[in-house]
Structure formats: structure tokens, C-alpha cells
């Protein structure tokens, strides 16, 4: 069972989330961090940002892998993952390039960009913290419903509401947006050490109630956190809506021992 936290709005959520990230890398300088984008994790890197800038922490040892990117997008296009995570995370917090790492969409080599990624994670020690979105859909990465639980990292079709969803970073057009994508696998994702989940919004409310209070399906992949030994849920009110134990989570939450973290 994830544990879930109900919080006022995003920047609430973000210094939660950095809190514990910059508490990770001053006990473990070297920590690999897995890394979303969309909107959900902005609010998480901003405060992680301001952080690191506060507290003077040495990131020169921290490393990164990204969970997905569009197949075929040339990499230096503004709305490819790699130019995305350089944008809003490795600039922003002062890490090294070199060491975070984005799925290969190239058409020409993606047969074995999969097997080759979760190669990469596996020598890099594991992900120790994971910071996820979820589609409206329950996706996680591009792990679109139907994605086994078991999964690696792959090439996967996007549906077209993920498409639709997408558009809004290709000045609203669709057709710009990319059919195929390379993502980490359900299964990859569960190797993590820590998940963290953020939610916002009325339009995820479906999704977070199925994610965390809904039978483990393939149907809504993200359901699979329920089986992960430390995965963290925050969520607004809006998303938080639709759970039928919301007192419970804010009466646990309320009376947890500081010392535990997140």
C-alpha cells in the first residue's frame, strides 16, 4: 500500500519532494535519481533547485535517468525528453550532463536501446528515488493501459488521449505530436528504491483512486505501486477527491514520527 499525503496545492508537494531528494544526496552523494517530465514534477525541481542553492549541496556526483522519449524526435528539438530534462533539471539544479542519461529514440538503433537503457541502470546501482506523473489514463512513463507489469524498457505505442494530452507542448497540434515512444518498462520502474507519485488536479482524481485504492490491473499500470515495498503518493485535493480513505491518509500523515521522511 502506498502511502498517500494530501497536501494544499503543487509547492507544497515540491518541498516535500525536494526536502527528501536533498536529504538522499547529502547521505549519498553519488544517489541516482530517475527523472519525469510533464507538469507534474516542476513544482519538485524548483524547490529541489532552491535547495541546493540554500544549503550549498554538492551535486557533482549525482546522476540521473530520464523514464522516456519520443521515438524518431530529433534530440535537440525543444519538446524531446533530452531537451527537456536538460531544461527544467540538469541546468536548474547544476548537474552534470554527462551523467543523466535519456532513453535512445533513434529509429535506427531503438531495436536495442531497451535492453541496453536497463543495462545502464542496472551498472549504475539502481534508481534510488523515482519521481512519477500519471496520465489521465493511469499511465506511468509511457506505460499506456494493457503495458505488462512486468515490463522492461521498450518501444511503446501512445494512445491517442496521450497524444491529445500532449499536444499542448506542440503549439496544440497533434500531428506533431510522435506515435511511438521508448520508455521504461512497469517492471524497470518498480526496481526504483523509492517512488514518489504527484498528482494535481480534478482530471486526475480517476487515476490516482484507481492507482492507489483499485485492484492491480494492467489496466492502469500505475496500480502497480500498490506492490512496491516504498512508494509515496502526493496528491491535491482535487486529485485526492475520488479516495474513499482520505481521513485516514491525513490522520497517518499527521501523526508520523518526523524521523521517517517520506
Avoid at 36 to 42: E, F, I, M, N, V
Avoid at 196 to 219: H, I, P, R, W, Y
Wanted: proline share 5%.
Amino acid at each position: 500500500m502506498a502511502e498517500v499525503i494530501i497536501v494544499k496545492n503543487e509547492d507544497e508537494a515540491g518541498e516535500i519532494y525536494a526536502r527528501c531528494v536533498a536529504d538522499l544526496i547529502k547521505a549519498k552523494p553519488d544517489c541516482v535519481l530517475g527523472l519525469a517530465t510533464g507538469s507534474s514534477p516542476l513544482a519538485g525541481y524548483r524547490h529541489l533547485a532552491q535547495l541546493i542553492k540554500d544549503e550549498g549541496i554538492d551535486v557533482s556526483g549525482v546522476r540521473g535517468f530520464a523514464l522516456d522519449e519520443y521515438a524518431g524526435l530529433d534530440p535537440n528539438h525543444p519538446e524531446s525528453y533530452r531537451s527537456v530534462i536538460t531544461r527544467t533539471v540538469v541546468e536548474p539544479l547544476g548537474l552534470n550532463p554527462d551523467q543523466v542519461h535519456v532513453p535512445n529514440g533513434n529509429l535506427d538503433t531503438i531495436r536495442e536501446a531497451g535492453h541496453e537503457y536497463d543495462e545502464a541502470i542496472a551498472a549504475a546501482g539502481g534508481v534510488d528515488l523515482q519521481i512519477l506523473g500519471i496520465g489521465t489514463d493511469g499511465h506511468i512513463g509511457f506505460n499506456e493501459p494493457g503495458s505488462s507489469l512486468a515490463s522492461g524498457t521498450r518501444i511503446k505505442t501512445l494512445t491517442e488521449q496521450t497524444r491529445i494530452d500532449n499536444a499542448r507542448f506542440f503549439d496544440g497540434d497533434i500531428d506533431q505530436v510522435p506515435t511511438h515512444c521508448i520508455t521504461q518498462g512497469i517492471g524497470t520502474i518498480m526496481k526504483a528504491r523509492h517512488l514518489v507519485l504527484m498528482a494535481f488536479g480534478d482530471g486526475k482524481a480517476e487515476a490516482v483512486a484507481e492507482t492507489v485504492e483499485g485492484g492491480v490491473s494492467a489496466l492502469c499500470p500505475a496500480s502497480a505501486l500498490q506492490l512496491h515495498p516504498h512508494a509515496t503518493v502526493i496528491v491535491d485535493e482535487a486529485a485526492a477527491s475520488r479516495l474513499r480513505n482520505k481521513d485516514y491518509y491525513r490522520w497517518a500523515y499527521a501523526h508520523k514520527p518526523a524521523w521517517q521522511g517520506i
